[in-house]
């Protein structure tokens, strides 16, 4: 098992990276709530990032195993980079509208400015705040080490 995981390792240090990011969230998710929440499972948004874990594992693996010169790992750099950014701002203000509208949508329903329409709440847990961002790529670090370290 550990010769095969040690060919695949960049693949299987961000799947077990996500994995545990998942495991992780949906297990804040039943402390905080004290209920079970077996769909934070498969969720985007909340703590820790799973995507933010995922890419640092994939960084962190090719840092440890090609070097920090090869050009795999500025790529991998510059995708996480990206990621990052993404999980933090553009899918947190997606996040954030889709709050707003919630809150405003079924108003206006009750109100006289619109005429009745099919309403969906729109999912409002799609991005992360920069702490569940950096405790993402710090889970993904931490397993992606182990395994590159525990690995050789």
Known sequence: MAHYLDVHIFVAAP?????VS???KTLFYLLSEKQVNVARLFDTGGMPSSHCAAVMALVTVLAYRTGMTNP????????????????TNL?????????????????????KFVKQFDYKS????LGHS???????????????????????
């Open 72 to 87: 795999l790992f500025a790529t991998a750099l510059l995708f996480g980079a990206i990621v990052v950014y993404d999980a």
């Open 130 to 152: 920069w702490l569940e961002a950096l405790v993402g790529c710090g889970v993904g670090f931490v397993i992606a080490f182990w395994m590159a370290v525990g690995l050789r």
């Open 15 to 19: 799947l077990i990276a996500w994995a």
């Open 22 to 24: 998942q495991l992780l």
């Open 122 to 125: 729109l999912r409002e847990m």
């Open 91 to 111: 899918r947190r203000a997606a996040g954030d509208q889709a709050q707003l509208l919630n809150r405003i949508i079924p108003d206006l329903l009750r109100g």
